[in-house]
């Protein structure tokens, strides 16, 4: 009898598709994919992608961001349900009204909304390049960003410059309490201890250090430490355990689960392959070229 991973790997090859995973996806998702990481990682690999068909596996802003940058290809997302409460927390009206009343100020754009709201920025950025690009954006110029404002406060804070900060979050990341925090390092006294930038400040600020999941992934395989306590959505234990097994990694809680993250299995890959289910991604017209530039420029700008 053929496996489901099996009747997977056969059909990529028959549709020439590819599948791309974040690495808050559930172990046996990343295990078959073709590329995990995060949504720097996977918007770059979106726009290399050689294949006519992408399978995306994690929520719909990344899978619409893999749209945008790829009109010709099919981007499928299998489980259509699987949003982003952070992103559907501001609207393209919203963010109008906001230019209003900050004239010239650069909208800065973290790329979990919706590609109305991309198409209505100047630049959009993820949690791994936000410092990056806005320490490149005009120095006479405020900046609005939307719509994390905790990723926003970290931005001003390790940047100096002048934010606006819309009142968005992510619902997972805000469960990170101090009291977490602390007990997570009494448990674990000589863990380096990192965070998201999506965690709040009182959390972050008892951490060692702040970083994207991509950063995360990188930085444990360099230096001293060989115990760390992870501070996001806890799939990306599965990550490091497979790509550096020589360290051990704490979550900061099991409670830190992005219940929209855990939607997908095998099975829903595989349907979706087979085009029995799944939402086929489709963002065109002026929205899409619109987001298409300020997706662009955040990839020449991190660079
Ligand atoms: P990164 O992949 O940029 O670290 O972001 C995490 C996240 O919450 C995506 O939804
Ligand atoms: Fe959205 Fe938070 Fe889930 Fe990321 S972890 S997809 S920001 S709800």
């Excluded at 609207?91 to 979990?112: F, I, Q």
């Excluded at 926003?152 to 940047?159: A, D, F, L, P, R």
């Excluded at 085009?275 to 700008?301: F, Y």
Aim: aromatic letters at 6%.
């Amino acid at each position: 009898m053929t496996s489901t991973t099996d009747e997977i790997a056969r059909l990529k090859k028959v549709h020439n598709a590819i599948i791309l995973a974040h690495t808050y996806q559930p172990g046996e998702i990343q295990d078959i994919a073709d590329f995990v990481g995060d949504s720097y990682g996977l918007s770059v690999q979106a726009a290399a992608a050689d294949a006519e068909v992408i399978i995306f596996c994690g929520v719909l802003f990344m899978a619409e961001t893999a749209a945008i940058l790829n009109p010709d290809k099919k981007v499928i997302l299998p489980v259509p349900e699987a949003g982003c409460p952070m992103a559907d927390m501001i609207s393209a009206g919203e963010l109008v009204e906001l230019k209003r009343k900050y004239p010239g100020y650069t909208v800065l754009c973290y790329v979990n909304s919706p590609a109305e709201v991309k198409a209505e920025s100047d630049i959009c950025c993820t949690s791994s390049n936000a410092l990056t690009i806005a320490g490149k954006l005009p120095e006479n110029k405020g900046i609005i960003f939307v719509p994390d404002k905790h990723l926003g406060s970290h931005v001003h804070e390790q940047t100096g410059r002048p934010v606006v900060l819309w009142e968005g979050f992510c619902p997972t990341h805000a469960r990170i309490t101090p009291a977490m925090v602390l007990a997570a390092k009494k448990n674990h006294p000589r863990a380096c201890t990192m965070i998201h930038p999506e965690a709040p400040k009182a959390s972050r600020d008892l951490c060692d250090k702040i970083f994207s999941t991509g950063q995360m992934c990188d930085f444990v395989k360099e230096g001293p430490h060989t115990e760390f306590i992870i501070g996001t959505e806890i799939g990306i234990l599965h990550t490091l355990n497979h790509r550096t097994p020589q360290k051990k990694y704490y979550p900061m809680s099991d409670q830190i689960t992005c219940p929209n993250m855990r939607r997908g299995t095998l099975e829903t890959t595989l349907r979706a392959l087979k085009r029995e289910s799944g939402l086929l991604v489709n963002v065109s017209g002026d929205i899409a070229d619109k987001a298409r530039g300020s997706l662009t420029r955040m990839l020449e700008m991190s660079r």
